[in-house]
């Protein structure tokens, strides 16, 4: 069962729902599950996330026509291939998408009710690779899925999720991680500034951390010292934290770490440095 099988909550919670509902029965494949659930809940702005972060990394199956290219002048024969994938108009906006699919079934069917007469094969395209080709073909994006619970990926959709919906952030049994809000930019600079004073801080990373048990989010700055780390907590962790405290909410805490705890490790790994060290030339700093 897809709820055994899978420790995501979201994918265990639809699993849960689907045997009381005959109609969520059909939601086999984890992208079906998650859209479902999302689709559910809209305003949940986590589940959107979650959902933007698979899109970013699905590969969908779509249907290629491929021929013979038409042999250059002098050649015998040529082993060049030309492919060209299906386009499919989508009555609820009237608009050409590129017809992709997660479930086998529904591209089948689909390959039979819409393109009976036509010699079609299938690929395994990623979602970016996917959005490439629409680009380039002009169309509006990608249709997944089409039939009962059709998915239609906008160009505009994917540029958004790609440039303001933040991936989910690493989790485990103690902490939650997110980016923080848009409205710490004066934070960020005040931030910048006292690392500039600061030696030997290569790159700092910012962060809402969500501790098991807690409801408010703390404000998590990790830094990478390249100095002595019996220094790092005695001096640069105060400093950076005293230049945090006049833009904390009411009862948020600052947690100052580095790249050798767990939290730093995650932070680092899954977001970019809001700051990072050069030289007067504008170069990266070495350090010995």
């Not at 959005?131 to 089409?146: F, H, S």
């Not at 910048?192 to 703390?218: F, R």
């Amino acid at each position: 069962m897809l709820a055994k099988d899978n420790k995501d909550p979201v994918l265990q919670a639809v699993a849960e729902k689907s045997a009381l509902d005959p109609e969520k029965k059909k939601a086999t494949t984890p992208f079906v599950v998650r859209l479902n659930y999302f689709m559910e809940n809209p305003q949940d702005h986590d589940l959107e996330r979650r959902f933007a972060a698979m899109l970013l990394e699905t590969y969908f199956r779509a249907l290629v026509k491929v021929q013979p290219t038409q042999k250059m002048a002098g050649e015998e024969h040529s082993s060049l291939l030309e492919m060209g994938l299906a386009i499919t108009t989508y009555l609820a906006d009237g608009k050409k998408y590129i017809p992709v699919f997660t479930d086998q079934l529904v591209l089948k069917q689909f390959a039979k009710e819409m393109i009976p007469n036509m010699d079609f094969r299938t690929f395994r395209f990623s979602s970016a690779e996917l959005m490439t080709e629409a680009q380039r073909l002009g169309v509006t994006g990608l249709l997944v899925n089409p039939g009962k619970q059709t998915f239609p990926l906008s160009r505009d959709y994917w540029q958004y999720i790609n440039q303001v919906v933040p991936l989910i952030a690493p989790t485990n049994d103690k902490l939650r991680i997110e980016l923080p809000s848009l409205g710490t930019k004066k934070l960020m600079g005040m931030l910048k500034k006292q690392c500039k004073h600061l030696h030997k801080i290569n790159e700092v990373w910012l962060a809402n951390v969500t501790i098991a048990g807690h409801d408010k989010a703390d404000l998590a700055v990790i830094a990478d010292y390249r100095g002595e780390q019996s220094e790092f907590g005695s001096k640069v962790a105060r400093k950076l934290a005293l230049a945090c405290k006049p833009f904390l909410e009411y009862d948020q805490d600052v947690l100052v770490g580095n790249l050798d705890d767990e939290m730093g490790k995650l932070i680092s790994q899954q977001f970019a440095p809001i700051y990072q060290a050069t030289t007067f030339f504008g170069g990266r700093p070495k350090y010995d």
